[in-house]
């Protein structure tokens, strides 16, 4: 097993994806091709996410002038007029978010998008440049209603904190999608009432309630491989 080759710092220096290589592209819908990242990584050491195992902790960026350059070729080509930010977390760095928001709007690209965050990323003034720039939808982890199982997740956010992002997104009117697991090995059947309280609480437009899966590489699945459980 050779040892992991650098990371490729600047992120420009890659190619637009080959999307016209895509076997039957023609059959493909606008915006199943409209896949974005303006950036890889993520700092957080959420124990359940595989993530690590691909982009790892560091976090790399586009330039905004990169980014806007592949929408316009993807909308060109492809006719694509709703886009999806793929980055593990958007506006990581608030202040390069918002500066890309602002240049979408200026660009007059004529989309809407929609990107996945975290409750403790989101404030009014990146909300609100983000609306501007065509951002429609926001996926949120929420993962858990009880504190302890957070805790035991570290996920870094408690139920608090994810109420509050919640509700910065519905005032700013964008659709919210929230993700939760059931299952996470400390749960207990008390968490899983507490889950359901908050998100009765959350009242988001959407939820996508999974049941834990303990992927191979990630700090929970080496736990429960030392416990015997795997």
């Not at 650098?6 to 819908?29: H, M, S």
């Not at 606008?30 to 996410?49: I, M, T, V």
């Not at 404030?123 to 209603?145: H, N, P, R, W, Y």
Request: charged share 25%; net charge negative; glycine share 6%.
């Amino acid at each position: 097993h050779n040892s992991p080759r650098p990371l490729i710092a600047d992120l420009d220096e890659l190619p637009f994806p080959a999307r016209n290589c895509l076997y039957d592209v023609e059959n493909y819908e606008p915006h199943a091709l409209a896949k974005l990242f303006a950036s890889r990584g993520c700092p957080y050491q959420c124990n359940y996410c595989g993530t690590q195992n691909i982009w790892t902790f560091e976090v790399r960026h586009h330039s905004e002038e990169r980014i806007i350059e592949e929408i316009s070729h993807v909308k060109q080509e492809f006719d694509a007029t709703y886009f999806t930010f793929f980055d593990d977390v958007f506006g990581l760095d608030r202040k390069r978010a918002i500066k890309l928001c602002r240049k979408m709007r200026q660009a007059q690209l004529g989309i809407r998008w929609d990107c996945l965050t975290r409750s403790n990323l989101v404030t009014d003034e990146l909300l609100s440049a983000m609306k501007q720039a065509g951002c429609a939808k926001i996926d949120m982890g929420v993962e858990s209603g009880s504190d302890k199982v957070l805790k035991d997740t570290k996920k870094g956010l408690d139920t608090e904190k994810i109420l509050e992002g919640a509700r910065l997104i519905k005032k700013h009117g964008m659709f919210l999608y929230t993700f939760f697991m059931v299952g996470l090995p400390t749960e207990t059947e008390e968490d899983v009432e507490q889950t359901l309280s908050l998100l009765e609480e959350l009242k988001p437009d959407w939820a996508g309630i999974s049941i834990f899966t303990p992927i191979p590489g990630t700090a929970i699945y080496k736990d429960l491989q030392a416990q015997g459980h795997i």
